[in-house]
């Protein structure tokens, strides 16, 4: 009986110990969150400079409105450029973002609101839900891939 009690209790401690968050666990989220945070701050702001801070340099993302991906840095910071030639203005509001940190990954994930202004155009207004991966480099969190998708009007 006593060897069947120990082995029950290390496993309830063991699991336990899985589905607790460490204090160490939730600061790391919290950093991811800033993180985050201060990403769409930047894109708010319009600051290409302060945005592109926040990507890996292999950032691969699939925006909004397009079905081939931004594969680099580069490549992003080129379709932001155009972005902000193309736009009086633009702002991306989350809705309900969540956060999980697994080792040296991140990950966020929620809805988004967009309102943005062509130069020619109307005001739009779409709602995506947005996933977005980060890993840890040299003690800060860099975004390594993004995926947003439309949510069909009505929904």
Do not use: C
Request: no cysteine; net charge positive; glycine share 8%.
């Amino acid at each position: 009986m006593g060897l069947v009690y120990r082995r029950a209790v290390f496993m309830v401690i063991l699991l336990a110990s899985f589905f607790t968050p460490s204090a160490g666990r939730g600061a790391e989220v919290d950093d991811l969150k800033a993180t985050f945070e201060q990403g769409i701050a930047a894109v708010n702001k319009r600051d290409l400079d302060a945005a592109s801070v926040f990507w890996h340099d292999q950032i691969v993302s699939f925006g909004l409105h397009s079905p081939f991906p931004m594969d680099g840095k580069a490549a992003m910071r080129q379709f932001f450029q155009t972005v902000l030639d193309n736009t009086e203005s633009s702002t991306v509001t989350p809705i309900n973002f969540q956060y999980r940190v697994i080792g040296d990954t991140g990950i966020a994930w929620g809805h988004i609101r967009t309102r943005y202004k062509p130069k020619d155009g109307p005001m739009h207004v779409t709602f995506g839900r947005e996933l977005i991966t980060y890993t840890k480099v040299d003690g800060q969190w860099r975004v390594i891939a993004v995926h947003v998708s439309l949510i069909p009007s009505g929904n």
